[in-house]
Every structure is written in structure tokens, then in C-alpha cells.
């Protein structure tokens, strides 16, 4: 794969990686980085330009990881240092880019700086965490909630103070307030750095801060819904959360954590933005060159798959974007995989080869999380196999995120799927099996290969990767964008319906159609005819105007 530069993030396609879910080489039924490692030549036969790596880091495991007790060791379940420095050559040597998650809100109540922190309230690390006094009836300070339910706050009896944790309990959460937390996080991100890591996936950037006069968050509106990134049986949503999360300080170190990256050529940040107002802060958060490099949100990550909800979202950023730089996920490890949320497994692969098209055509960076390119469906995990404290707590309204986290099938016809020797931490679906990779490999009409020749395709046309993008008006179920440069135009309509569709082209438009790229959709006569879950891709003349 072909090196693009420092700016290779953007509109570069990133892969995510569960180590848990993804190969274990141990035989020990948790996937590993040697098991990451041994599979590069299938991560770069994808085209990935970048993985992105789940937490790996020493944890208790309360929550899977995003539990940090050290920063700067790998939990033995997953390996060792020397693991991951082979895990970082070995992807260096096929041309990937290695992103880590940081989990910089908040540590594991095991983390050593938690532990001395609670001690009492004078040692070093006394104010390291958010603390504070019980309301004079013993209460909690405030009226914060946890997103994992209940409280958002932890009676400590030796302190006598309460601690903040806006997740589980066990998760407290570090002080932005305090300088010296901001300087220690920035020396745990430049261990990474100087181990040849290329970026940083930022877990929950807009969590940083909070109100330091722990004013109570208001009610939230109820005309406005439920919140994106929130389920409505978690009271979570019943709140506007403009004081314990997304504060006007969290600027000011994102800036000194880009001043940081800068110091290392070619690496990136993307973080992770859950907020009413999601679009207009992953803007903030990526403007003027010295924040992030690009933001995601959970707008396409829980909307619906409409055209007029996917224009409105992208049409809403790119309003308020400007400088910065958006990154876009249909599937992640927090939500039920695609093609089942968006209520479409029964138009198989199709729809499941046009959900990582139409990722990959918007503009912006793709995240491809493990198993859509293999048109994965969310596993049905029974309860008495549940691991996520979220979906135990709540089940089963919601029934937490381990069925997007199952193992990835390798072999179908191997004992757990290939995945490994042992019993796998979550069951695999026999659905699954049929979709492994051994078997989608020698397939050429696979999602897999599919998406493989896609990637390839969109690789030899850079409009796709960075030009603008401008969408035209086009009969429901069709979405119709252009996607345009100084030396390059596009027209590209995806049909979004299970049933054939059509539309008018322009008078004396002069578009010719593009293939090799999966689709069957064609021009003839003035009207573009693209079948279900099916897309056109045509070359526009730089001086044309389709609408």
C-alpha cells in the first residue's frame, strides 16, 4: 500500500479492532495482539490504511478495558509490550497505520493514582479525582447520573466525600482542573508516540471536564427525543447535560494534546463525541488546525437509514465543519451492528456490501468496524451469557453490546469458528459461520470481495477520498450527491430501498458511468435506473452541474 503522507487520515479507511473478539493465538478464548499481529495480511488485503485498536491496556476488566490501572502496560490476557511493538512492525511492514484507544477521562478505581487519591484528602494525589462533599442530608452534590445507571456519584467513607463517575463506579473520574493530571496524561500519550504508535482514538473526548461549581444539569427537553447516542429506558436521557460533560475548557488540552502530536509527524487524533449537540462539537473540536484531527459522532451510529436523515446529518456537519475534518461509523463495538439496527437483514448481502459503500463514498473518514466487511448481524447473546455490565443492568429492554461483540469467524467449518482453541469469551452465532472468512474468501461475489474491490476501486479515485461533497434533490428511496474537486467530478446515487428505482438526469448532462466498483446501476436515455441496494457512480465534466 502506498504511503499518501502525513496527511494520510484523511479520507483514509480506518478498521477497528475488538482484541477480545478479533483472533486469539493463546487458545484461551479472549483474542490477543499476536493474534492481531499473524492477521495483517488479511487487514491489508481489506486496504485499510489504519486499525484502530480497543483498549489492551492493564484493566480489571469491569469494563472491558475501558477500565484503565495502567497506561502504560498491556493486560497479560492480551499479551505483553514486546507483543505490541511486533503487533506495530508487523503493521507498519503491510502499509497499516496503528491507532490506540485512551481512555483519558477516567482510570479504574484499581489504578495506583485512584488508590492513593482516596487515602485522605492531603496525600499528592488528593484532588487527581473529582471529589466532593455530601449535601448537608448525606446526598449526593449534585444531581448528575451515570450513563451506566443510577447516580453518577460514589460515597467513599474514608475521604467522606463523594467521587464522580460518570460511568461504572469503578471508573472515577480524573480531574481536568488540576494541571498536573493534564501534564501526566500527555507523558502516558508520548509512551505511545515513542513506540511508533500513529494516532490516538480518544475515548469520550468531551467528558474531560466538568463544572467546577457542580451546578445541577436541567431537565431535557422532552420535545427533543431521545438523545443519539442513548437508549430511552437509561434516565440518562431524561437530563441536558451541560454540565457535566462537554465544558468550554476541554479546548484548551485538546490543544496541548495536538501540540504533542505535532511533535511526531504523520500521527492523528479522532475522538469519540456523544452529545445532543454532537455535530457542532466534533466542529469545534477539529477547527483551526491545532485540536483534533477529526471527530465522530453517534448521529449515523443510531439514525435512521433514510436518505432525507443521512442528507440532513452530513448536510448539518458539513454547515459547521468548515477547517475540520469529519469521521464517519454505520457500526462500532457500542452499538447493534448495521445491517440488523437499521432493520434490513433480510435484503442480505446486498444491503450489507451498500452500508460500507455508502460509508466509504461520504466525506469524511470511514470506520469499518470489524465483521461488516463480512456483512456480520448482530448475535442474539443469551442473558445467562451476557458479560456487559450495561445490558445486565438493563436488560432486557436493552440488551447491552456484547451481540455486535462476538468473535470473529474465520474458518466454518473449525471448532469456534476458527477463532480460537478454546471455548471463545461470547458464544458464535451458527450464523456467523456461514459468513466466515475462509468461506466469503473464495467467493468473488461476497460481501468480502466485494468490499475488497470497492476499497481498491475508491483508492484510484481520489474525489472519493477528499472532495467536497454537494447533495442533490432525488426521489425517496434514492440519495444523490456529487462529490467534486479542482480536476474531478462524481455524481453518485445510491438506492436505499429494497425495490427498483429511477430518476431523471439533467438535460445534456454529460455523465459516463464508472464500473469495477460492485454496482450495476445504469444510465440509458436520460434516466438513471439503479436496482435495490444497488448504486450508480458516473464521471461529471468539471464545468457541469447536475441540479
Not at 390 to 400: C, D, N, S, T
Not at 449 to 474: E, M, S, T, Y
Not at 482 to 505: H, K, P, S, T
Request: charged share 25%; aromatic share 12%.
Amino acid at each position: 500500500m502506498t504511503d499518501i503522507g502525513a496527511d494520510w487520515w484523511r479520507g483514509g479507511v480506518i478498521y477497528q479492532i475488538y482484541p477480545r473478539s478479533f483472533r486469539d493465538a493463546s487458545g484461551d478464548g479472549i483474542g490477543d495482539l499476536p493474534g492481531i499481529a499473524a492477521s495483517m495480511p488479511y487487514v491489508a488485503s481489506l486496504g485499510a490504511d489504519a486499525i484502530w485498536i480497543s483498549p489492551f491496556f492493564k484493566s480489571p476488566m469491569k469494563d472491558f478495558g475501558y477500565d484503565v490501572s495502567d497506561y502504560r502496560a498491556v493486560d497479560p490476557m492480551f499479551g505483553t509490550l514486546d507483543d505490541f511493538d511486533h503487533l506495530v512492525r508487523e503493521a507498519h511492514a503491510h502499509g497499516i497505520k496503528v491507532i490506540i484507544d485512551q481512555v483519558l477521562s477516567h482510570t479504574s478505581d484499581q489504578h495506583p493514582w485512584f488508590q492513593e487519591s482516596r487515602r485522605d484528602r492531603t496525600n499528592p494525589r488528593a484532588d487527581w479525582y473529582v471529589w466532593a462533599d455530601p449535601k448537608p442530608d448525606g446526598s449526593p452534590p449534585n444531581n448528575w447520573l451515570s450513563i451506566f445507571g443510577g447516580v453518577a456519584w460514589e460515597w467513599n467513607a474514608r475521604r467522606r466525600q463523594y467521587y464522580l463517575h460518570n460511568f461504572l463506579a469503578s471508573q472515577p473520574d480524573l480531574n481536568f482542573h488540576n494541571v498536573a493530571v493534564q501534564d501526566q496524561l500527555l507523558q502516558e500519550c508520548a509512551f505511545w508516540l515513542k513506540r511508533g504508535v500513529d494516532g490516538f482514538r480518544l475515548d469520550t473526548v468531551n467528558f474531560y471536564f466538568h463544572d467546577d461549581r457542580l451546578r445541577d444539569n436541567p431537565a431535557r427537553d422532552a420535545a427533543d427525543g431521545v438523545s443519539s447516542d442513548q437508549h430511552d429506558a437509561n434516565p440518562y436521557a431524561m437530563q441536558a447535560h451541560i454540565h457535566d460533560k462537554t465544558r468550554p475548557e476541554n479546548v484548551g488540552f485538546l490543544k496541548r494534546l495536538r501540540s504533542l502530536m505535532d511533535q511526531y509527524p504523520g500521527t492523528t487524533l479522532v475522538g469519540e463525541v456523544a452529545d445532543d449537540n454532537a455535530l457542532a462539537v466534533a466542529a469545534e473540536y477539529t477547527q483551526n488546525g491545532d485540536r483534533l484531527h477529526m471527530a465522530y459522532t453517534f448521529n449515523l451510529l443510531a439514525g435512521a437509514y433514510e436518505p432525507d436523515y443521512i442528507r440532513g446529518v452530513v448536510e448539518s456537519m458539513e454547515a459547521v465543519v468548515h477547517d475540520g475534518w469529519p469521521c464517519w461509523s454505520f457500526s462500532n463495538h457500542d452499538v447493534r451492528r448495521a445491517v440488523t439496527r437499521l432493520g434490513a437483514e433480510e435484503a442480505g448481502d446486498g444491503f450489507a456490501f451498500q452500508l460500507l459503500a455508502l460509508l466509504l463514498s461520504l466525506r469524511g473518514t470511514p470506520c469499518v468496524y470489524q465483521g461488516e466487511e463480512l456483512g456480520l448481524p448482530e448475535a442474539d447473546v443469551p442473558f445467562e451469557h451476557l458479560q456487559d455490565p450495561y445490558g445486565i443492568a438493563f436488560w432486557p429492554e436493552f440488551k447491552g453490546r456484547d451481540g455486535c461483540r462476538t468473535p470473529i469467524p474465520w474458518q466454518a467449518g473449525e471448532q469456534h469458528g476458527g477463532f480460537s482453541s478454546h471455548e471463545p469469551w461470547l458464544p458464535i452465532p451458527d450464523d456467523h459461520r456461514g459468513r466466515a472468512v475462509d468461506r466469503q474468501d473464495t467467493a468473488p461475489g461476497s460481501v468480502l470481495n466485494k468490499f475488497r474491490r470497492f476499497v481498491a476501486w475508491r483508492r484510484d479515485h481520489p474525489v472519493l477520498r477528499q472532495g467536497d461533497i454537494r447533495f442533490l434533490d432525488a426521489p425517496e428511496p434514492m440519495l444523490a450527491f456529487e462529490r467534486g474537486g479542482n480536476q474531478d467530478r462524481m455524481l453518485v446515487v445510491f438506492n436505499l430501498g429494497a425495490a427498483d428505482a429511477e430518476m431523471a438526469v439533467p438535460a445534456g448532462l454529460d455523465v459516463a458511468p464508472l464500473d469495477g466498483h460492485g454496482f450495476t446501476g445504469a444510465l440509458e436515455d436520460g434516466r438513471l435506473r439503479v436496482s435495490g441496494h444497488d448504486a450508480f457512480f458516473g464521471r461529471l465534466p468539471v464545468e457541469a452541474t447536475p441540479g
